[in-house]
């Protein structure tokens, strides 16, 4: 958006979602049971047609075209408020946005595909050296010994020596590998973490011989020691999915109340330990942690699920490098709702400023997207010269 | 709908509102303070999305089209239900559905101006008759005699004779021939109350020579009747708006917060004493009442006022002896979101059932309704085959 900016002579907006960052509704006692249940997407939605009603200064016709943009989640709210506000947004960009990845939608394990595929890609060894590491690193926590050495190797800051603990650990590796694959850029970035460019082809490095027991999970050390930039602090290991820049305890709700997205693991055709997706847990956890059951069916009846006929002026664009493309929308629906795939990409590389190792597909992509932005301001100023006529 | 139901093998499902009728969820709890925030058309239209999942088995891709209907109020749940919930409904007939009614987009008196016409129309006296009434009846509120004659003449429960008597009085007749007016059908109707046949013509011949005074007041007396459809008990007019069968205290306090609806009167175009809308009155009455400050632009930013363009498939019919018809959509948006004009019929005659003494414009409304609708259960038939195929 930064790039394309003064050439549409547009004003960027950066509209914090509700409960995420300093946009706390009850200060720090927002995440509180009694004020949580204000966290949904759909209050989010309200929130931006107010906010853009008033940049255009509560006009009964839109002074401005505005388009939205969004990656990710914030890829999917895009593609929803020009679903349900399209009288305040001319249109959507929506990067990266999973708005498939909903129970009964798309088969659970084929995120963690993706993600394998990436370490396969890098080198050949890579992923059956990571599918190998689980039984290492278990049979490592159920000794005193061994466990301490694994603590000292890979500097944690207490010892895995239990089965507890070696499922946190093995659940803080899972994340890591998925985050090195959603984020694994041409570029060196600070998306989620600061991370060199190609994250997983260096860390695969490490791993790019057949490997077993010590050495393996020395490699697996090594591949830690670049997911924390080196530092010198021991690892937390048990922060599991929260490490990182990202403060997610806002998702965390709404994964629990209408963003039910199935993701499991095979063993088979993934590099992990399998990991069946079981609603009814998940549902017990959700109602223990917020004292609610989550919707598996909510965001689909809501939002449409596959059902974006009536829809228009949205493009969803996927990296095929990104796990989340799982849950995309891959091929076009209509004339106007239409889908990008870019094959070097991970997760919204679109979204991100251009870079000198940007691949060719992404610099398509984004040219596609200013042909269609501008296709939309022109339907907008139209549509205005027209009333006004 | 039960005239064409058989006709397209259709099953008729009758949603009841959330917070009216029997569907209160809180018991007669329902509409206190602390209950109440769960009523909004938004809320409403949710509802409607699980009931209709749920009539199709909670199917990711919906098996049977669906079309919403609805009048008045509920010709704008129709309408809205389309905009918002296009993946769940085939198209909507909203008949009467005033979604224009809001601040600054139409005037306020348009709506009284259309009443008034109606009386014009009944007969050259009766307006005039109507209008010269206000200042007799405040003339007899104001002595015992008179107010006492009034009372006894009128039927009334209670005597008229203060001012703020008068004012109630006032209003309660100044909403009767309203109503008469949004009822006036070509057959005998208990829609609100029982009713004859083309009221305002039934009522307008008691007033179809210029009167005066107490002659007048009796005419006007004989107008009551009618509307009361002659019954022996007294006339308790302090109910005001809430005479008749329909119980609108749901209503009331969706005007209250997002269905604020301007209507005034100014004593020039139309028959009724000049009364202006008074934006800060009206929020004051409702800050006292519910504890809530109406948000004036809350349906237009939820539902797009005059920006209709990327909505589809829907149907807006209004009546032009409808009051009503002041807030509708009378052209034609686009080539899916279509005006229908009907010459001759009152509030949502068109969703009534057929009638010898219907008028041919209400006979070819209908006919349009069932074109549409075969066009979009056809659409959705074509749809369904192709995402099979």
Same mark, same amino acid.
Request: charged share 20%; aromatic share 12%; proline share 5%.
């Given at each position: 958006?930064?790039?394309?900016?003064?050439?549409?002579?547009?004003?960027?907006?950066?509209?914090? $979602?509700?409960?995420?960052?300093?946009?706390?509704?009850?200060?720090?006692?927002?995440?509180?049971?009694? $004020?949580?249940? %204000?966290?949904?997407?759909?209050?989010?939605?309200?929130?931006?047609?107010?906010?853009?009603?008033?940049?255009?200064?509560?006009?009964?016709?839109?002074? %401005?075209?505005?388009?939205?943009?969004?990656?990710?989640?914030?890829?999917?709210?895009?593609? %929803?408020?020009?679903?349900?506000?399209? $009288?305040?947004?001319?249109?959507?960009?929506?990067?990266?946005?999973?708005?498939?990845?909903?129970?009964?939608?798309?088969?659970?394990?084929?995120?963690?595909?993706?993600?394998?595929?990436?370490?396969?890609?890098?080198?050949?060894?890579?992923?059956?050296?990571?599918?190998?590491?689980?039984?290492?690193?278990?049979?490592?926590?159920?000794?005193?010994?061994?466990?301490?050495?694994?603590?000292? @190797?890979?500097?944690? *800051?207490?010892?895995?020596?239990?089965?507890?603990?070696?499922?946190?650990?093995?659940?803080?590796?899972?994340?890591?590998?998925?985050?090195?694959?959603?984020?694994?850029?041409?570029?060196?970035?600070?998306?989620?973490?600061?991370?060199?460019?190609?994250? =997983?082809?260096?860390?695969?490095?490490?791993?790019?011989?057949?490997?077993?027991?010590?050495?393996?999970?020395?490699?697996?050390?090594?591949?830690?020691?670049?997911?924390?930039?080196?530092?010198?602090? *021991?690892?937390?290991?048990?922060?599991?999915?929260?490490?990182?820049?990202?403060?997610?305890?806002?998702?965390?709700?709404?994964?629990?109340?209408?963003?039910?997205?199935?993701?499991?693991?095979?063993?088979?055709?993934?590099?992990?330990?399998?990991?069946?997706? @079981?609603?009814?847990?998940?549902?017990?956890?959700?109602?223990?942690? %917020?004292?609610?059951?989550?919707?598996? /069916?909510?965001?689909?009846?809501?939002?449409?699920?596959?059902?974006?006929? &009536?829809?228009? /002026?949205?493009?969803?664009?996927?990296?095929?490098?990104?796990?989340?493309?799982?849950?995309?929308?891959?091929?076009?629906?209509?004339?106007?709702?239409?889908? =990008?795939?870019?094959?070097? &990409?991970?997760?919204?590389?679109?979204?991100?400023?251009? /870079?000198?190792?940007?691949?060719?597909?992404?610099?398509?992509?984004?040219?596609?997207?200013?042909?269609?932005?501008?296709?939309?301001?022109?339907?907008?100023?139209?549509?205005?010269?027209?009333?006004?006529?």
């Amino acid at each position: 958006m930064w790039d394309i900016a003064a050439e549409f002579k547009a004003k960027i907006v950066f509209a914090e $979602h509700r409960y995420y960052g300093a946009s706390m509704p009850f200060g720090d006692k927002s995440l509180d049971n009694q $004020h949580i249940g %204000y966290l949904s997407s759909a209050q989010a939605l309200a929130d931006y047609a107010e906010l853009i009603n008033y940049l255009q200064k509560n006009a009964l016709k839109p002074k %401005y075209p505005v388009i939205a943009f969004g990656g990710s989640y914030g890829g999917m709210l895009a593609a %929803y408020f020009r679903m349900k506000y399209p $009288h305040v947004v001319a249109g959507a960009i929506a990067a990266s946005a999973p708005i498939h990845m909903f129970p009964d939608m798309v088969p659970c394990e084929v995120f963690n595909r993706i993600v394998t595929s990436s370490y396969k890609v890098a080198n050949s060894k890579c992923a059956d050296n990571i599918k190998k590491s689980w039984s290492f690193i278990r049979s490592y926590a159920a000794s005193a010994n061994t466990s301490e050495w694994l603590r000292q @190797n890979w500097n944690l *800051c207490g010892p895995a020596n239990s089965t507890l603990h070696a499922d946190v650990l093995v659940e803080f590796l899972e994340s890591m590998y998925v985050t090195m694959a959603m984020v694994n850029y041409p570029f060196a970035s600070d998306f989620l973490m600061p991370l060199p460019a190609q994250p =997983v082809k260096v860390v695969c490095q490490y791993l790019n011989e057949t490997l077993k027991d010590k050495e393996l999970l020395e490699g697996i050390g090594k591949v830690i020691s670049v997911f924390t930039n080196n530092k010198k602090e *021991c690892l937390n290991y048990t922060e599991g999915d929260n490490y990182g820049n990202l403060n997610a305890s806002g998702w965390d709700y709404q994964a629990c109340t209408e963003m039910v997205m199935p993701i499991c693991t095979t063993g088979k055709n993934d590099m992990f330990e399998p990991s069946p997706w @079981n609603f009814t847990q998940y549902a017990e956890a959700c109602h223990k942690k %917020y004292n609610v059951y989550p919707r598996p /069916n909510m965001a689909r009846l809501e939002y449409g699920g596959a059902m974006l006929e &009536a829809a228009s /002026n949205i493009v969803f664009s996927n990296g095929l490098l990104d796990p989340w493309a799982a849950g995309g929308i891959l091929n076009s629906v209509s004339d106007s709702v239409k889908a =990008v795939i870019i094959i070097d &990409a991970a997760h919204h590389l679109d979204l991100m400023a251009s /870079n000198p190792s940007d691949p060719e597909s992404v610099k398509m992509a984004r040219q596609i997207h200013k042909d269609n932005i501008r296709k939309w301001i022109d339907e907008f100023n139209r549509r205005m010269a027209h009333r006004r006529a």
